[in-house]
């Protein structure tokens, strides 16, 4: 259908109304006129052709048969309400429409109320077909929304990336100067890990990150922060604990890593963690303190959990 103004169509109905069947059956959208019991009187052929029936399909039947089924309850009240109101135009509103062979498609109605000829008020509808419009909204949403996610999660674990991450503690940090809520971080690495590419290769190795980092998160509460810092090194922002209650979290983080048999080389790898909570200072400080005491765990043997002393 060729795209016209309702508002065209319906000046050039109120200036012709001795010709008023000629002006719909040769108008280029799609118009309908229904009774006050929403059933079609009318259709002409931009709008038959649109929904893909006969006039003849449609006479008496109620307007609700081109609308999907969860909306008629609705539409029909909206037409009562019309119908009995003093309002001789309708809001312009979109709609999804189904068509006679069951596709979905969206338009754009409005309506204008009339005096039939038995002196009872009647409906005429206008449509336009917004659907490719629809649909390319759609599309340039879904892009934009993919473009978003893979600007602020890692590509390789879907976690968040580190530039996120730091920008989620630096949110952290503002919550706990403004009402002093406390949370801690946590940040591991994987034990030997090079030698896992080394070994087995960088596929393998991509692997390994992708399950352990699952099994990472599995173990962790739902409002905790799992974040890739970059290569085979993690970090872990945990709202609302202290360094205690963080060191239970990734306890129990790190025997699910230990426990676990991976990939299709049967191979186990451990984490090794160090944690700190905020209390006063930068970010740089509180990820180097959570750095330092992680070091300080692979000093001690690996596979362990060690909270940051105060003086690191």
Known sequence: MKEISPDQVYLLFNRSKRNTENVIKAAPIGICITT???????????YCEFYGYREEDLLDKHFTLVVPEDSRAVLSALHDDFMQGNESQELRQEWDVVTHNGETRTIIAEAARIEGEDGKPRKVTFIIDITQRKQLEERLKQANERLDHIAHHDELTE????????QRMGEEIQRYERYGTPFSIAMYDLDNFKAV????GHAAGDVVLQEITTLVSK???GTDLHIRLGGEEFMIIMPGVNAEEAYLGMERAREAVANAVITEHQ?????????T???????T????RADKAMYQAKQEGRNR????????
């Not at 976690?159 to 730091?166: E, H, T, Y």
């Not at 590419?197 to 087995?200: A, E, F």
């Not at 909570?277 to 970010?283: F, K, L, N």
């Open 285 to 288: 400080r509180l990820l180097d």
């Open 277 to 283: 909570s905020y209390v006063e200072g930068s970010d």
């Open 159 to 166: 976690l968040l990336n580190r530039r996120a991450g730091l």
């Open 219 to 221: 173990a962790l509460r």
């Open 36 to 46: 006050p019991e929403g059933r079609f009187e009318m259709a002409n052929p931009a």
């Open 305 to 312: 959990v060690v909270i940051a002393s105060p003086s690191m």
């Open 267 to 275: 191979l186990t790898v451990t984490l090794s963690s160090g944690i």
């Open 197 to 200: 590419n080394d070994t087995y």
